[in-house]
């Protein structure tokens, strides 16, 4: 009897145990996704720059500081073509990476950023992402290559400025230009040749001759990385009318929070998708009165040749992305459909 009681006891012993060590992994493994580096593509104290900075206490806010998030700017740690992989390492939790870097890592995402000659129509845009299915696509997408898929944000048209003065598409034969995935095939096409270079390589790289022009993501782009020094003519067709950006975080750490904290991360991210929209749009036109303010020029009213030209450039794209993978077909039959 004295033996039985002891081995019970024991047992409840024993299952006490495994339920509390059982518990600690749990809690464990909760703070260990609590800190978190988050790598993106600007400089500290840009415009953007701020803008990440306040998605990262958005987090921590909404995680009721759960989760803490070290925000590492362009130059701190990765460079802006190893955020992907990094993100998929786990060297860093989140990152906010511009998909042109990252065109053979991941072709969709290529397709996902904007191809040249598309919408400015944020309204449409939205659409194509929350109700037209691209969403479902890109999710599973970056979910192949082990990230989880958060909200996108919109930011403005492209423009490229450069060192010389573009008087007509012909002026883009032989010029180096800092543009990479879609945006360089598209300028290759007009018989420039295509450099790919990280935001912050930009400046001195117009300034020494690396280049003759560049892109921007946006014209606060060129505006906060004081282009305008070195360069000072604007072409005035767009590359695209607006780009599509994602917020992606490592699967692994986004497995470990959660229900609770993985909602506060993703609000955070729609709430970050809002304020780029309804600042970039005044941003911009602070943007440009400042550059012009500062001697940038531009270029001469394209002529209808030059618009031809300009949307043949940009015609066959679609097909070749296609062609890339299976979820840039899937996005690009969306639009095919779209455009129907």
């Known amino acids: 009897m004295l033996n039985l009681f002891t081995n019970m006891k024991r047992n409840i012993v024993m299952t006490t145990l495994v339920v509390l060590l059982g518990v600690m992994s749990v809690v464990e493994t ?21 803008l990440y900075q306040q998605l990262a206490k958005d987090i921590e806010k909404n995680t009721n500081g759960e989760i803490k998030v070290q925000v590492l700017f362009s130059g701190e740690g990765v460079g802006t073509s190893g955020l992907l992989g990094a993100t998929k390492s786990g060297l860093i939790t989140m990152a906010a990476p511009f998909q042109s870097m990252h065109a053979g890592e991941l072709p969709a995402g290529v397709v996902e950023i904007g191809l040249p000659g598309g919408t400015a129509d944020t309204d449409e845009l939205y659409k194509l992402f929350h109700e037209k299915g691209w969403d479902k696509i890109l999710k599973e997408a970056y979910g192949s290559q082990g990230l989880v898929w958060l909200e996108p944000y919109i930011q403005p048209p492209v423009y490229i400025i450069t060192k010389k003065p573009i008087k007509s598409v012909a002026d883009f034969q032989g010029l180096k230009i800092r543009a990479p ?6 300028l290759r096409n007009l018989g420039a040749s295509p450099v790919s270079l990280a935001w912050s390589e930009i400046y001195t790289s117009l ?27 604007m072409y005035k067709l767009p590359l695209a009318g607006a780009q599509v950006l994602p917020i992606v975080v490592n699967r692994s750490a986004w497995n470990k929070l959660t229900d609770a904290q993985k ?7 729609v709430a970050h998708a809002k304020a780029q929209l309804t600042m970039s749009k005044k941003w911009e036109k602070e943007a440009v ?15 209808v040749a030059d618009k031809k030209a300009w949307a043949q450039a940009g015609a ?23 455009a129907k």
């Open 30 to 50: 909760a703070t260990a996704a609590q800190n978190w580096r988050f790598s993106n593509l600007y400089g500290r104290g840009t415009a953007f720059g701020d």
């Open 181 to 186: 995935g879609a945006y360089g095939k598209f």
């Open 207 to 233: 300034a020494t001759g690396v280049i003759d022009g560049s892109i921007g993501s946006n014209m606060i782009d060129h505006r906060d990385g004081n282009h305008v020094e070195v360069a000072k003519y």
């Open 263 to 269: 909602k506060g991360v993703y609000d955070a991210t």
């Open 289 to 303: 009165a400042q550059m012009e303010a500062k001697g940038l020029k531009w270029s001469p009213e394209p002529s």
């Open 316 to 338: 066959g794209l679609w097909d070749e992305y296609a062609a890339k993978d299976k979820y840039s077909k899937q996005l690009i039959d969306v639009l095919k459909n779209q």
